[in-house]
C-alpha cells in the first residue's frame, strides 16, 4: 500500500516515468512533465523528488537526477500498463 500512496501522489508517476530516460536536470524534468495535464509547479517537483529519494527510487547526481536500481526495476513493471491504459482511455472516449 506503500508503494500505491507514493505513485499515487500528483506527478510521481511522470518523474518515474520521465527519468527512465535518464538522467535530467530539475529544469529539463519539470519541462518534461509538462502536458496536457497542466504544469508541474517548482514546488511540487522538489516534494516528488524528495519522496521519491527518501523511497530510494531515486537519486541526485552531477548530471541531475536518476533512477537508481530500485527505481528502473519499478519501471519495467509499470512500464506494461502504458499500452493497457491507452486503450482503456480510448475506450472511455469512445462512449
Do not use: H
Not at 500512496?5 to 506527478?11: I, M, Q, T
Not at 509538462?34 to 523511497?55: F, T, V, W
Not at 533512477?67 to 512500464?79: D, E, H, M, S, Y
Amino acid at each position: 500500500m506503500a508503494l500505491f500512496d507514493l505513485l499515487g501522489r500528483r506527478w510521481a508517476m511522470g518523474i518515474v516515468w520521465n527519468l527512465y530516460r535518464g538522467p535530467s536536470t530539475f529544469r529539463c524534468l519539470q519541462s518534461a512533465c509538462e502536458s496536457k495535464s497542466g504544469k508541474i509547479s517548482p514546488s511540487i517537483l522538489n516534494k516528488r523528488l524528495k519522496d521519491l529519494q527518501e523511497a530510494r527510487l531515486v537519486v541526485r547526481t552531477l548530471d541531475g537526477y536518476e533512477l537508481t536500481p530500485l527505481g528502473r526495476q519499478l519501471f519495467v513493471l509499470l512500464k506494461p500498463l502504458d499500452p493497457w491504459s491507452r486503450r482503456w482511455g480510448g475506450q472511455l472516449t469512445e462512449e
